[in-house]
């Protein structure tokens, strides 16, 4: 799967969503000061080989916002969540201040963590900063692609 990004001029951006032997699917981004969240999605699982948001769309399921829980994904998003506060907030939290968050995040939300390390917060945040690059050196209305390949098995 291929996922195409284009930064808007507004108020949001656009992921297209390219499939083998599928019709592309469009995901409107709403802007949020950092790289889009479904970009940050790409970070967690790429990273973790996790099953999330994308993954699931790459499995099959429809790009919409309208996916039933499944356990892994749940605990994902929620890590999704908590890159994203950082992401806001600078992006300097100690990574162990990261997992805590993302155990109370989880506890709050009865959905079990992702078994992360101070290791893994790190690479994910590498990626982070990386796409951050690449995303602020992209032009109004230019492209920003990446390959996803995934092996997570469903939780």
Not at 69 to 84: I, P
Not at 115 to 126: K, L, M, W, Y
Request: with cysteine; aromatic share 6%; net charge negative.
């Amino acid at each position: 799967m291929k996922l195409v990004f284009t930064k808007g001029a507004g108020k949001t951006d656009l992921m297209e969503v390219v499939r083998v032997d599928q019709p592309s699917e469009l995901v409107n981004c709403p802007k949020q000061g950092i790289i889009p969240h479904d970009m940050v999605h790409y970070a967690v699982e790429h990273t973790l080989n996790a099953r999330g948001f994308l993954t699931r769309v790459k499995d099959g399921e429809s790009a919409a916002f309208q996916m039933q829980g499944e356990v892994q994904s749940d605990a994902v998003e929620r890590l999704v969540e908590v890159f994203q506060g950082d992401a806001w907030s600078g992006g300097n939290s100690a990574a162990f201040d990261l997992i805590e968050m993302y155990r109370v995040t989880c506890n709050a939300r009865s959905c079990p963590m992702l078994d992360v390390d101070i290791a893994a917060i790190s690479e994910v945040r590498d990626v982070i900063a990386e796409l951050t690059e690449k995303w602020k050196a992209v032009p109004v209305g230019g492209l920003l692609e990446l390959g996803f390949v995934h092996n997570a098995s469903p939780a």
